[in-house]
């Protein structure tokens, strides 16, 4: 399977508590993204990377989150002192750069209790 | 403005056609995009169109631009249970250079058996 993965699919946590996501792109894509998605709704970008470069944060990234691409390949999602508004679906996206389309992972539903 | 806008639900009798709206309010989005999400799962990309054509075809889907009134639409002909998900409707803006995607808050179809 050559799609996107996302790690863990599932993860509960209490509040107060770190947590950790990873993505691992298509391999070829240059371009990934992260979205965040609470029920009801349609996903919110959060950042994105080029390569391991972060070139866009949304203001929706609070200081308490922390996205890291080191090596241009996966990347992992860190939200430190988990809130229970913190408790959504995380999505990550990935494209080339010469593409129009993102192409998304099944997510990571994150709980906090 | 990156209001983009769905209504909630459509129920369709299978074998009919089902047609979703999308109206967004930018109009320097140049790339409108159809995903589709099933239960507990990522968004599958279904089809785009680039903001100077008008319609788009791909077998049983197709994609209609009104620039002018900002509207988008997907018709799904021939409508099956597997169609049953929630349709989002997503844009992008060039202009900025940012590469993210806006999204509606998806219109979830129910096909009737």
Redesign the interface.
């Known amino acids: 399977d050559t799609g996107v993965s996302q790690d863990p699919r599932h993860k509960i946590t209490k509040r107060g508590q770190n947590v950790t996501f990873r993505c691992d792109p298509i391999s070829e894509h240059n371009r990934l993204y992260w979205y965040r998605q609470t029920l009801g709704q349609g996903p919110e970008f959060l950042t994105y990377f080029q390569n391991e470069a972060q070139l866009e944060k949304s203001r929706l990234l609070s200081d308490r989150f922390s996205a890291e691409r080191p090596k241009g390949s996966f990347s992992t999602l860190e939200i430190q002192r988990t809130e229970q508004g913190d408790s959504a679906m995380y999505l990550c996206a990935s494209s080339q750069i010469s593409d129009y389309e993102q192409y998304f992972g099944p997510g990571t539903r994150l709980t906090v209790t | 403005g990156e209001d ?1 806008e769905q209504s909630l639900f459509l129920s369709v009798r299978e074998g009919d056609s089902s047609v979703i709206n999308c109206t967004y309010t930018d109009s320097s989005s140049t ?1 409108l995009y159809w ?1 589709k999400q099933e239960p ?6 279904l089809t ?1 169109i680039f903001s100077n054509m008008d319609m788009k075809q791909d077998q049983r889907l197709t994609v209609l631009l009104n620039k002018k009134d900002k509207h988008l639409s997907l018709r799904i002909a021939d409508t099956q249970t597997g169609d049953s998900a929630i349709y ?1 409707c ?1 844009e ?1 803006f060039h202009q900025t250079g ?9 219109t979830r179809l129910t096909v009737i058996p």
Request: net charge positive; charged share 5%.
């Open positions: 983009v790339y995903y507990g799962a990522g968004l599958q990309l785009y989002f997503a992008k940012a590469n993210n995607l806006f999204f509606g808050t998806g």
